[in-house]
Every structure is written in C-alpha cells, then in structure tokens.
C-alpha cells in the first residue's frame, strides 16, 4: 500500500466527521485491502449520523456501507483476488453458520456491515473478508460507459431493491407497485421493469415521478394529488384498462418514511405480496388483520444475499439498468458539505464520495 491511508470518522450524533491518517492495514486469513473507488451516501448513513440510529461498533466510526474498489493487499487464502476489482456486500455473512448454509445469509448472526459493525467506506482503503466479495468485469464496465466508483451504489442502492424483487418472485406480466422514488427507489422501479413487471411509481416528488417515466415507470401518480381510497382506484383504473391483473400486486414501499407506510399498507388487495425496503423510526397504526383477509404477506428486506450480486450487476453492466442519471460524485473530502446537502434534500441524485478527487 503505497499511500497513507486515511479516513473520515463520525465522533457523536451530528458532530463533524473528522479526517485521520492510519498505519497501513495487514490484511489477515481470508482478508483483504481494497482501496476505495467509492462510497454512496445511503439513507441510512443519514440515519446514524443525525437521527442516532443505534450502529454496533463504538465511536469513532467511519460511516459507508456502498463500496467499490480494488484489492491492493491479500491475506492467507486470499491471494487470487490481488488487483481485482471488486463491489463490497453492504451485508457480509460468514458464510459457515447454519443460517448461511440454509440461504438466510442476511440475517447471519456473525455478520459484518461496513460503517455500522466495522469501519466503513467513506475512507481510502477499507480490510474486508474475501468471503462474499462480488468481482467486476472491467471490460464490461467500460462497454457500459462507467467507472469503478460509479458501481458503489450497487452495493445497496441496486442489489437491496433486487434482493426484495427476488423474495416477491416478480415476473412478466406482475403489476409492481414502488412508493418513494429516491435513491433505493428509483432502482427498485427499474429492478422490477428489468424483470418484467409493469411498474407504478408513487411519490410526493413530482420532478422524480416525471424521470422514472423515462426509466420504467408505466405510471406515476404523485400521492399528494391523489390520496387514500382514490390512490388504490387510479392504480386499479390502470390495470383494467391495459390488462394488467387486480391481484397479486408486488408493493415495494421504498420511502423509509411513515406516510409511505401507510400508503403501501392501504394498497394490499388480495394475494398481494408487501415488501418493506425502506427505514424509518416512525411508526404507524394499521390493522394486521388486512393480511388475513387478503391472504396477503409482508417481507422484511435486510440488505442483499451475497450470492445474488453478480446478477444484479449483471442488470446495470448489461445496460438494463441505469446509474449515470441518478449519481453524483463529490471529493470524499467534502464529506460533511455532502451529508449536509442530502438532509437537506438539496442533492437531486445519490451521492458518491471519492477519495483523493
């Protein structure tokens, strides 16, 4: 490692993150060093360093869980992945407990998450375990007209929708129902037109309800203007007049907010499938029973299996999603001019901070 590395730690709850140097890293067994291309700036890094979201390693914590980069050192076992690049789960499971094994990965008990269980990415090189890492095809990357950093985002923003279609079993033909078309959002519309659902995209924004109609959106409806009963009428107006089915809706309530709770709990028909993306720590008053009369499911959604990363990429490497329009990419030392912005809603597309830019 031939830099100094360094990196931007959170001290208290809305404190000012601070930059520090530190000894270079010595990836141990089955570990390795990447240097970071980059780190979006998720929600939920808004949630922990303003809302006190509780995170699991003691301060200072350096925040960013959406990483891309490049191995520059490897451990014991490790060796072949020296120079690859690479997109860093936001959720990595140790892979040998018996969660791991039965396909329940995310809720590994041993699992590690950058910015929140160890040190995060908003750094210039971050030791990760080399179990889970997601490999990226350089070439490919170029033919899609990106950059390493530009796919950090995938790492959460894509694969966390994705995850979430894959439960909800989208395929052709499905009506897929996303409320809050922001940053998870806004891949979660086109996640579930790249499968093959018919997509209605719900939001207060009309300036993103007007751009996710250029990227998979068949419908928008702006629920300021239409509320309540007459938001499900409009939704099933649509359906009958394209055909579409008036069951088994998938919901996707992306908003992280208790308005868009309430609006995708009211939306539950029968046979309908509610997946909850989003996070907040609001809480809303809903009557269960709606599930039993509509023979209905909720689904948790906590980050993305490891071993369904390579398809997700594949959707954004094969062009059938988007990222350019819906990233930005600032200095990773304007960090705290950045955080800022996105609690402020000043920031039209997800951040992505980049060391030494």
Same mark, same amino acid.
């Given at each position: 490692?031939?830099?100094?590395?360094?990196?931007?730690?959170?001290?208290?709850?809305?404190?000012?993150?601070?930059?520090?140097?530190?000894?270079?890293?010595?990836?141990?067994?089955?570990?390795?060093?990447?240097?970071?291309?980059?780190?979006?700036?998720?929600?939920?890094?808004?949630?922990?360093?303003?809302?006190?979201?509780?995170? =699991?390693?003691?301060?200072?914590?350096?925040?960013?869980?959406?990483?891309? !980069?490049?191995?520059?050192?490897?451990?014991? !076992?490790?060796?072949?992945?020296?120079?690859?690049a690479? &997109?860093?789960?936001?959720v990595?499971?140790? *892979?040998?407990?018996? &969660?791991?094994?039965?396909?329940?990965?995310?809720?590994?008990?041993?699992?590690?998450?950058?910015? =929140?269980?160890?040190?995060?990415?908003?750094?210039?090189?971050?030791?990760?375990?080399?179990?889970?890492?997601?490999?990226?095809?350089?070439?490919?990357?170029?033919?899609?007209?990106?950059?390493?950093?530009?796919?950090?985002?995938?790492?959460?923003?894509?694969?966390?929708?994705?995850?979430?279609?894959?439960?909800?079993?989208?395929?052709?033909?499905? &009506?897929?129902?996303?409320?809050?078309?922001? *940053?998870?959002?806004?891949?979660?519309?086109?996640?579930?037109n790249?499968?093959?659902?018919?997509?209605?995209?719900?939001?207060?924004?009309?300036?993103?309800?007007?751009?996710?109609? =250029?990227?998979g959106?068949?419908?928008?409806?702006?629920?300021?203007?239409?509320?309540?009963?007459?938001?499900?009428?409009?939704?099933?107006?649509?359906?009958?007049?394209?055909?579409?089915?008036?069951?088994?809706?998938?919901?996707?309530?992306?908003?992280?907010?208790?308005?868009?709770?309430?609006t995708?709990?009211?939306?539950?028909?029968?046979?309908?499938? &509610?997946?909850?993306? *989003?996070?907040?720590?609001?809480?809303?008053?809903?009557?269960?029973?709606n599930?039993?009369?509509?023979?209905?499911?909720?689904?948790g959604?906590?980050?993305?299996?490891?071993?369904?990363?390579?398809?997700?990429?594949?959707?954004?490497?094969?062009?059938?999603?988007?990222?350019?329009?819906?990233?930005?990419?600032?200095?990773?030392?304007?960090?705290?001019?950045?955080?800022?912005?996105?609690?402020?809603?000043?920031?039209?597309?997800?951040?992505?901070?980049?060391?030494?830019?």
């Open positions: 490692m031939s830099k100094t590395p360094y990196r931007w730690s959170m001290t208290a709850v809305g404190e000012p993150m601070v930059r520090s140097e530190f000894a270079p890293i010595q990836p141990g067994a089955g570990e390795v060093v990447v240097e970071v291309a980059g780190c979006g700036v998720c929600h939920t890094d808004l949630g922990y360093y303003y809302d006190g979201v509780r995170f =699991n390693h003691a301060p200072p914590l350096t925040l960013g869980h959406e990483i891309s !980069g490049r191995v520059v050192a490897a451990g014991a !076992g490790a060796e072949a992945w020296q120079g690859k690479v &997109l860093i789960p936001a990595m499971p140790c *892979g040998v407990c018996d &969660l791991c094994l039965s396909g329940h990965g995310t809720i590994c008990r041993k699992q590690l998450m950058p910015g =929140n269980d160890i040190q995060g990415g908003f750094a210039s090189h971050i030791v990760v375990p080399v179990r889970g890492l997601c490999p990226v095809d350089e070439s490919r990357l170029k033919s899609a007209g990106l950059e390493l950093a530009d796919i950090s985002v995938v790492a959460d923003a894509v694969t966390t929708p994705y995850q979430a279609a894959v439960q909800a079993e989208i395929t052709k033909g499905d &009506l897929a129902i996303v409320i809050g078309v922001g *940053g998870v959002g806004g891949y979660a519309v086109q996640v579930a790249a499968l093959g659902a018919t997509v209605v995209a719900i939001d207060v924004d009309q300036a993103k309800l007007d751009n996710m109609a =250029n990227y959106a068949a419908l928008t409806i702006n629920s300021r203007q239409v509320e309540g009963k007459e938001l499900k009428k409009a939704i099933l107006g649509f359906v009958k007049e394209k055909g579409l089915p008036e069951t088994c809706w998938k919901i996707f309530e992306c908003s992280g907010s208790t308005p868009g709770q309430e995708a709990f009211g939306l539950l028909t029968f046979g309908a499938t &509610l997946c909850v993306v *989003g996070f907040t720590m609001g809480k809303i008053e809903l009557r269960l029973s599930l039993m009369a509509f023979h209905a499911k909720a689904l959604n906590w980050g993305c299996l490891t071993e369904l990363y390579p398809a997700a990429l594949d959707l954004v490497l094969d062009k059938k999603i988007a990222l350019a329009p819906f990233i930005e990419k600032h200095p990773l030392d304007q960090i705290n001019e950045v955080f800022a912005a996105a609690h402020a809603h000043k920031l039209t597309r997800r951040a992505i901070l980049v060391p030494g830019a």
